[in-house]
T-cell receptor
Framework: GAVVSQHPSWVICKSGTSVKIECRSL??????MFWYRQFPKQSLMLMAT?????????EQGVEKDKFLINHASLTLSTLTVTSAHPEDSSFYIC???????????FGPGTRLLVL | GQQLNQSPQSMFIQEGEDVSMNCTSS?????WLWYKQDPGEGPVLLIA?????ELTSNGRLTAQFGITRKDSFLNISASIPSDVGIYFC????????????FGKGTKLTVNP
């Protein structure tokens, strides 16, 4: 399967600041990456599909102006949480898709805490 | 929309016991995936199933793709403490996209 990394693994920021999270596909050219959010004791919630070279596709209810996604290369997608607030505190996980095998391989996640 | 129902929601077992959990849906799936998530980590793919009736093993783990294509089972034999975690089933979302639908997970606790 694909090897996926995320950076940073955790981040603490003040309310109102912006935070950028990187997702890298280390051994797989990913035209599509996915960003999920997971609250404690809950399942993964898909936020958006990141498409290389084009705009991301956001799930219903996810503010595209707040969660900026950039997928400029086949190995890197970034998620920027703009003007973060305490309610944005969560575990953010990215994944790369496997179109042929219909699987996804996940990064280790980024824990965001907004004070 | 598509939904995956996992049961049980949580399990508390003794080390050495066998574990069985399942995932059901009212919709047909052509692929069933089982992931494990350790605390503070991203999910890791355990087993992928692509054919109705398929039975696939990965070490002490065995998963089956139901004949009706509406369910799947994951069994863990001779559980050990490191089996602790949350197990998610998943399947491709309808419509031809690469998105996945996830169950809510089964939380497994293994007592030494």
């Amino acid at each position: 399967g694909a090897v996926v990394s995320q950076h940073p693994s955790w981040v603490i920021c003040k309310s109102g600041t912006s935070v950028k999270i990187e997702c890298r596909s280390l051994d797989f050219q990913a035209t599509t990456m996915f960003w999920y959010r997971q609250f404690p004791k809950q399942s993964l919630m898909l936020m958006a599909t990141s498409n290389e070279g084009s705009k991301a596709t956001y799930e219903q209810g996810v503010e595209k102006d707040k969660f900026l996604i950039n997928h400029a290369s086949l190995t890197l997608s970034t998620l920027t949480v703009t003007s973060a607030h305490p309610e944005d505190s969560s575990f953010y996980i990215c994944s790369v898709g496997g179109r042929i095998q219909e699987t996804q391989y996940f990064g280790p996640g980024t824990r965001l805490l907004v004070l | 929309g598509q939904q995956l129902n996992q049961s049980p929601q949580s399990m508390f077992i003794q080390e050495g016991e066998d574990v069985s959990m399942n995932c059901t849906s009212s919709s047909i799936f052509n692929t069933w995936l089982w992931y494990k998530q350790d605390p503070g980590e991203g999910p890791v793919l355990l087993i992928a199933l692509y054919k109705a009736g398929e039975l696939t093993s990965n070490g002490r783990l065995t998963a089956q793709f139901g004949i009706t294509r509406k369910d799947s089972f994951l069994n863990i034999s001779a559980s050990i403490p490191s089996d602790v975690g949350i197990y998610f089933c998943a399947g491709p979302s309808q419509g031809g996209s690469e998105k996945l639908v996830f169950g809510k997970g089964t939380k497994l606790t293994v007592n030494p």
